[in-house]
């Protein structure tokens, strides 16, 4: 089959080595442009486009998807499959149609659960106990298609997004093999998905990571992990942003104040009040200022018991 691979951020890596390891034709890769990043605003390529080069690949980097120069360059390849790992762009019906066989997407939920752009975070900060990865058709409804296969995991409860999106990058590379080995034996899987039972999962938004104290500490904990890297988690100390990093679930079912300062324990951490409970700063960072735990975090600021922080500007 020649395939052609549509994908942009470090999540869609392990599926492109995937298939370059098992020795699929992977024809091309089309990626999204290079962004400038840093300070210096310097362009840079995405990871897909890298590790595309480093496997000789040719490499398309269309600014819109729908652009007709692109679509009929694409003809030009005359794919059997489309494989789509996090892209960044949805594909119109002038692009569906081309492959011979279809479009084929790796979608890091448990669809119909968490359709949209931001399925790892949300499944974090709702609380998910499980997760997983869906290879599906695709349509021109967003994540819509019928299911190809699936694969479900618990999440930790301790992961970040950033964790969690790493263990869900591995697994889609191998579910995207099976699915492609399975597609090869010409045993095209199609359950279509149950709309009525469709979550979402937008976007996140800088307002999305803003910390409201008056919530159960559970919540504000699969905040803080959900929202990472970005936006992260914050809240405000004297008209000061400071980004919560890291934090542990001291106590529930305890009435205190929401967003005071309860206790200060210089080697394990700050000690916050909830809507139910206490939660425990583990690190922090000022705006401004880098990263630290929160022990030594303590050894250069004055905090004082009653002290409150925010949960607005």
Same mark, same amino acid.
């Given at each position: 089959m020649k395939i052609v691979f549509m994908g942009t951020p470090e999540f869609a890596l392990p599926s492109l080595n995937a298939l370059v390891e098992r020795g699929h034709n992977v024809t091309a890769v089309v990626?999204?442009?290079? !962004? @400038?990043?840093? !300070?210096?605003? *310097?362009?840079?390529?995405?990871?897909?486009?890298?590790?595309?080069?480093?496997?000789?690949? !040719?490499? /398309?980097?269309?600014?819109?998807?729908?652009?007709?120069?692109f679509v009929n360059q694409l003809k030009a390849l005359n794919p059997d499959l489309i494989v789509v790992v996090a892209y960044g762009q949805i594909l119109p019906a002038s692009v569906l149609s081309i492959p011979a066989i279809g479009c084929i997407n790796v979608h890091a939920s448990l669809l119909p659960k968490y359709r949209g752009a931001a399925p790892i975070q949300w499944a974090i900060i709702k609380g998910e106990s499980k997760t997983g990865v869906t290879?599906?058709?695709?349509?021109?409804?967003?994540d819509t298609g019928d299911i190809f296969l699936q694969?479900?995991?618990?999440?930790?409860?301790?992961?970040t997004s950033v964790e969690l999106s790493e263990v869900l990058a591995r697994l889609g590379g191998e579910l995207l093999v099976e699915t492609l080995d399975k597609i090869k034996s010409k045993n095209l899987i199609r359950i279509p998905q149950n709309h009525a039972e469709?979550? /979402?999962?937008?976007?996140? !938004?800088?307002?999305?990571?803003?910390?409201?104290?008056?919530?159960?500490?559970?919540?504000? /904990?699969?905040?803080?992990?959900?929202?990472?890297?970005? @936006?992260?988690?914050y809240t405000v100390r004297s008209g000061v942003e400071v980004k919560i990093w890291g934090a542990k679930i001291h106590s529930i079912?305890?009435?205190?104040? @929401?967003?005071? *300062?309860?206790?200060?324990?210089?080697?394990?951490?700050?000690?916050?009040?909830?809507?139910?409970? *206490?939660l425990m700063i583990t690190e922090l960072q000022e705006a401004g200022r880098r990263r630290m735990k929160a022990t030594e975090f303590l050894v250069g600021h004055v905090l004082n018991e009653g002290e409150l922080f925010a949960d607005e500007n």
């Open positions: 990626t999204q442009p290079d !962004r @400038p990043k840093g !300070r210096k605003r *310097i362009p840079t390529p995405p990871p897909v486009k890298l590790m595309a080069q480093k496997h000789g690949i !040719r490499v /398309y980097q269309p600014e819109k998807v729908k652009d007709k120069t290879t599906m058709w695709m349509d021109e409804g967003m694969k479900e995991i618990e999440i930790n409860p301790e992961w469709a979550t /979402y999962a937008p976007m996140l !938004r800088k307002e999305d990571g803003r910390i409201d104290w008056r919530s159960k500490t559970e919540d504000i /904990y699969n905040l803080i992990r959900g929202v990472q890297p970005w @936006p992260g988690a079912d305890r009435k205190g104040d @929401p967003g005071k *300062i309860l206790g200060i324990d210089k080697t394990r951490g700050i000690l916050v009040g909830t809507g139910d409970g *206490i």
